[in-house]
């Protein structure tokens, strides 16, 4: 999938990150808390900023990649509008989760770790959140739904102004 | 900033404040000092890590002080010196709820004993195990008992400056503990001067970032320090080489719940419960096919059965037990035949599995052993760092085997290639993840080999769960609606309206749409 990074149209998210790389430059261990603010400011790493965190940190940016591909939080690609997002720990699993996800991709037709042409729907597993006891759990966004049917699945699509293909 | 009468003050004025409004709520029984939880599921439990959870508002620090809270802090202060604080610790002998069960103050005592220009204190609040959660509810309900626990660990090994490395996947446990050090900090119970007596203690945040090995103790030290969290040889010890290369103690977020009350109630009174030697409580994540799911404290040495039947109600939906995993991805599987095991290091050790860091996962009939152990091997795969060869290629055959045996494409000799692979991954891996990733393995072929052997020698799942050894079956009842025979994607169903319908099973999928489509249950697992 193609997309740009429009510095323009991202200019006072900019300013906000250089705001972030400035509190953090006499940090011990920076790298870390300033991508984790990229990652919360853009909603992905864009590579425009890796090179300015590179430049004002004076890290080189191979070192930069090599941390931000190890954790499973950062992602290279914008994500949709919607994040859904199936638990798959062991409490979730054990109750079903495994199928929950593949109905989630059948319905959106896509994988999980993708997004939908229309940007609208990404899909992701995540391994607990801490809720299990209430497993399976998925959210959407902000929005956690706890001890899901696989019935609901396509209501929460339609909820999310999603179409069922 | 407050003097330690003035906490005193806040303590008395506060008490009745907060028990007249826990009574008005209705949800406790208070006995004299003791305020505990009502209802039938908090009766067989001992709650010492958890006994502020559901009872103060975590967001206001008078209801964690009219808790006895800062009290074990400021007596310690006032009263002993550090070596006093760690001959306690040793004697109570407090085992890391984080894992390994290492003694507590004998890892204190190692720091201690180090002379260095800076130390560092450092709380594991990464709880990577899939299906535990007591240090989320321990950080969201009651963040100060672990601030007042590494301020009370700092003073004894000698270190002003503390970390929090908590998962960002807790985000309501992240803006607890914020406000709780700004409130701490504010009253003068962290910071310069606590509680004027010279003593210097500062805790700062770090987020996790996804990576369930960063819960490994080099690991997080490496993430800290801005890298890729890989672990680290040892030795040295991390209490002597740790954190910027500077002596460095870590802790696990229940561990640290538990030392403001040991040092109120008193080596004698904690070594009272529990058995000799896992003394205390400890917390279960008690989850899966349960009727009672959710967060259980007892003392150690309490059997299974009591926690699966009496407090967690047992199985759901009137199912039979078949097995109870602890100890997530390094733990293992017990049957239901060893449901009288009491809960402590030893007695789980003993039977291949550990206690790790709680997590409880009851599985019934409908659970598929081998399916289990290549769930947990995929996780492994997942997370494994790549930096030692065992773990990065050894768990990748592993998991490939299971993946075999599930789809029903393995051979018969590779059901002992993957017991001697798992042995060797368990001898040769550098740190913790890999040493016991083959866990859940040897575990399930232990009391599980018939299901082994069901699915590679005969090419069926007994419990019905691995899709690709399932078959579709139409039963004699069938009223012949052509109902499945029109959601089937592949046009496999044949027969006249009103007569029984007959499946190829060549061309079957498994994909158990004529299943869910047939109203009078013709159609069968099998
Ligand atoms: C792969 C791996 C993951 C771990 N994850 C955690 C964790 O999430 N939380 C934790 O407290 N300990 C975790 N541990 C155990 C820690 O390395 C360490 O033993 C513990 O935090 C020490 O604290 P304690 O002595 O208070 O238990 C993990 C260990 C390994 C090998
Ligand atoms: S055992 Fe696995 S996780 Fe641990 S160091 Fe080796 S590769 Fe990394
Ligand atoms: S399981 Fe799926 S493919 Fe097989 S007969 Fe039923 S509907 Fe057809
Ligand atoms: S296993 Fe899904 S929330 Fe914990």
Known sequence: ?165 | MITMEMLEKIRKEHRPILEERLLKEGKVIIKGNEIVLKGDYYKKQYRIALKNCGIINPGDIRDYIAMDGYAALANILRDKQPKEVIDDMKASNLRGRGGAGFPTGRKWEESFKKSSDKKYFICNADEGDPGAFMDRSILENDPHAVLEGMAIGGYAVGSDQGFIYVRAEYPTAVASLEKAIAEAKEYGLLGENILGTGFNFDIELRLGSGAFVCGEGTALMESIEGKRGMPRKKPPRTSHVGLWQKPTILNNVETLANVPVIMNRGVEWFRSIGTERSPGTKVFALVGKVVNAGLVEVPMGTSLREIIYDIGGGVQDGKVLKAVQTGGPSGGCIPASLIETPVDFESLDKIGSIMGSGGMVVMDENTCMVDIARFFLEFTVDESCGKCTPCRIGNKRMLEILTSMTDGTAEEREISELKELAEIIEDTSLCGLGQTSPNPVLSTMRYFYEEYEAHVLDRICPSGVCKSLLKYNILDNCIGCRKCAKVCPTSCISGKVKEVHVIDQDRCIKCGACYDACPSEAITIG
């Open chain 1, 1 to 165: 999938m193609e997309f740009m990074f429009d510095k323009e149209k991202n200019k006072e998210k900019i300013e906000r990150f250089r705001q972030i790389i400035q509190d953090h430059k006499e940090t011990k261990g920076a790298l870390m808390p300033v991508l984790q603010g990229a990652q919360e400011i853009f909603g992905y790493l864009p590579a425009e900023m890796l090179q300015l965190i590179s430049e004002e940190l004076d890290i080189p940016l191979s070192e930069i990649y090599g941390v931000a591909t190890f954790y499973s939080q950062f992602s290279f690609i914008p994500k949709g509008e919607n994040i859904i997002s199936i638990c798959l720990g062991t409490a979730c699993y054990v109750k079903g989760a495994q199928d929950i996800l593949e109905d989630f991709e059948k319905l959106l037709g896509i994988k999980a770790g993708q997004t939908t042409g229309d940007m609208k729907f990404s899909i992701s597993s995540t391994r607990c959140i801490g809720d299990c006891s209430m497993a399976p759990v998925v959210t959407v966004n902000e929005d956690i739904y706890p001890r899901l049917k696989k019935e609901q699945v396509k209501e929460i699509i339609l909820k999310y102004g999603g179409e069922i293909k």
